[in-house]
């Protein structure tokens, strides 16, 4: 069965300092692995997908097959990237489905 | 104006009623997807479907129906056999594999 873990309910750091956000996957194929944001008041939103490679507003995630991890990064914390942040799972084949992890609570310090 | 949308967004309703929650989407998208969204417990996934006429049950289906007789309509009926139906419902829909996943604005559903 896949499963995504994410440790930390809530993580605070001050403005300009390094952010990582951590996930860990459990899944006998293999994983896409995404990163969801809720901004308050907001829909979920894609933040960014392993498959992409691709830094959105600073952030960064690279999957790590052997540790099983996705973990998002982002060298300077800004304010506004105070948000709920899911880490979500993509498996199934033909049956495709979409899991999530519990989500982390980013607050920014100012 | 293109997206998905879950109405009502507010639903209050007595214990042992069933109720239907409303997702549609207008983006062509194969995948639909229903998910319980509670404090500190993330997104569970209630049912999904890849496909017109065709379902899966998630993580935790007891207590929920489904079905997907048009593409762009997947509602949910949540049941009396739900033990703790009060909850935020989150509807997304996606084109399938691999693909980013939109979400409505959900629904609050309050059970009393």
């Known amino acids: 069965a896949q499963r995504v873990t994410q440790p930390e309910k809530l993580l605070s750091v001050f403005k300009g300092a390094p952010v990582e956000l951590k996930c860990n996957y459990s899944?006998?194929?293999?994983?896409?692995l995404f990163w969801y944001v809720q901004y308050s008041r907001q829909r979920l939103q894609l933040l960014l997908r392993?498959?992409s490679r691709e830094s959105i507003k600073g952030f960064t995630a690279d999957l790590n097959k052997g540790e099983t991890s996705f973990h998002l990064k982002k060298p300077f914390a800004q304010e506004e990237d105070s948000a709920m942040y899911y880490c979500?799972?993509?498996?199934?084949?033909?049956?495709?489905?979409?899991?999530f992890g519990k989500g982390t609570l980013l607050t920014v310090n100012p | 104006d293109g997206g998905i949308t879950q109405s009502p967004k507010y639903l209050f309703r007595k214990e042992g009623q069933n109720v239907t929650l409303s997702c549609e989407q207008n983006?062509?998208?194969?995948?639909m997807y229903w998910y319980r969204q509670d404090p500190g417990q993330g997104l569970r996934l209630i049912y999904y479907?890849?496909?017109?006429?065709d379902f899966q049950k998630g993580d935790i289906a007891e207590g929920y129906s489904v079905s997907r007789e048009k593409k762009e309509s997947f509602p949910l009926t949540v049941t009396s056999a739900q033990k703790n139906p009060t909850a935020f419902y989150l509807c997304?829909?996606?084109w399938g594999t691999g693909s980013e996943a939109f979400f409505g604005q959900g629904t609050r559903l309050t059970v009393v």
């Open positions: 997304a829909s996606s």
């Open positions: 899944y006998s194929g293999s994983p896409e």
């Open positions: 392993h498959i």
């Open positions: 979500a799972l993509g498996s199934g084949g033909s049956n495709y489905k979409l899991t």
């Open positions: 983006l062509n998208h194969d995948a």
């Open positions: 479907s890849q496909i017109v006429n």
